[in-house]
C-alpha cells in the first residue's frame, strides 16, 4: 500500500511569486491534514478536511494561503504570494475516519523562499 | 490549551546504553499523547500513544513510554540503543478539535537523538 506522497518535495521561489504544494493521502482516508514546520519552530497545525470539506482551518497563518482538496481525493496547498517567513517543511498526513486512528505522514516539501 | 514540552533539544548516548527523552504535557482535561520519530529525508512514522488505557505503552522498536498524571510527564525511554534509533523524536498531544472524526496534533519541539558507537 503506498503511503501519503507529497511533490515537489523541494522548491525554491523569490518573494512574491506563488507555489502550490500537493498531498495525495492514503486511499480511502477521508481526514486529511496539513502540518508546516518553519526553521527552530515545532511543527505546527494548519488545517484539516474531512474529505472536501474543511473541518478545521485555525492553524492557516494568513489569507495568502490556500488549501483544497476538490473530490476528497488529493489536496493542495498554494501560498500567493510567498513570503520569506512561509520558508519551512510542509507536511501533509490522512487517517481514517475516526479520533483514535493514526495519522500517516509524508516526507514533506521543503519551501525556501528567497 | 493541549501544550507539550520536550525538556532537551539533543540527546547523545553511546550504542548498547539507555534512551530517555523528556516530556512534559499541560492539558485541561485527559490527553491524548505521542511520540513520533523522524528519520532523515523520511516522513514522521508513529512510535506509541496513549490514550487512556494502560499507562506503560509500548511502541515499535523496543520504545516504551509511561504516562504519568501526577507528574505530568510522558517521558519515552528504550533500554538500548541501537545506531538506527538516530533520529528526531517529538512528543504530540491532541488539540482540542470541534470534528468527531479526526483530530490536530500539537507537537514538541523535538529531540535530537544521536547514537555514538
Known amino acids: 500500500e503506498a503511503g501519503v506522497t507529497q511533490f515537489p518535495s523541494h522548491s525554491v521561489i523569490e518573494k512574491g511569486q506563488t507555489v502550490t504544494l500537493r498531498c495525495d493521502p492514503i486511499?480511502?482516508?477521508?481526514?486529511l491534514y496539513w502540518y508546516r514546520r518553519v526553521m527552530g519552530k515545532e511543527i505546527k497545525f494548519l488545517l484539516h478536511?474531512?474529505?472536501?470539506?474543511?473541518?478545521?482551518e485555525s492553524g492557516m497563518p494568513n489569507n495568502r494561503f490556500l488549501a483544497e482538496r476538490t473530490g476528497g481525493t488529493y489536496s493542495t496547498l498554494k501560498v500567493q504570494p510567498a513570503e520569506l517567513e512561509d520558508s519551512g517543511v510542509y507536511f501533509c498526513?490522512?487517517?481514517?475516519?475516526?479520533?483514535?486512528?493514526?495519522?500517516?505522514f509524508g516526507p514533506g516539501t521543503r519551501l525556501t523562499v528567497l | 490549551a493541549q501544550s507539550v514540552t520536550q525538556l532537551d533539544s539533543h540527546v547523545s548516548v553511546s550504542e548498547g546504553t539507555p534512551v530517555l527523552l523528556r516530556c512534559n504535557y499541560s492539558s485541561s482535561y485527559s490527553p491524548s499523547l505521542f511520540w513520533y520519530v523522524q528519520h532523515p529525508n523520511k516522513g514522521l512514522q508513529l512510535l506509541l500513544k496513549?490514550?487512556?488505557?494502560?499507562?506503560l505503552v509500548k511502541g515499535i522498536n523496543g520504545f516504551e513510554a509511561e504516562f504519568k498524571k501526577s507528574e505530568t510527564s510522558f517521558h519515552l525511554t528504550k533500554p538500548s540503543a541501537h545506531m538506527s534509533d538516530a533520529a528526531e523524536y517529538f512528543c504530540?498531544?491532541?488539540?482540542?478539535?470541534?470534528?468527531?472524526?479526526?483530530?490536530?496534533?500539537?507537537f514538541g519541539k523535538g529531540t535530537s537523538l544521536l547514537v555514538t558507537p
Open positions: 486511499s480511502g482516508h477521508d481526514n
Open positions: 498526513a490522512s487517517s481514517q475516519v475516526s479520533q483514535n486512528d493514526e495519522q500517516f
Open positions: 504530540v498531544v491532541t488539540l482540542i478539535s470541534n470534528s468527531n472524526s479526526g483530530y490536530a496534533l500539537n
Open positions: 496513549y490514550t487512556s488505557a494502560a499507562t
Open positions: 478536511f474531512v474529505k472536501e470539506s474543511k473541518q478545521d
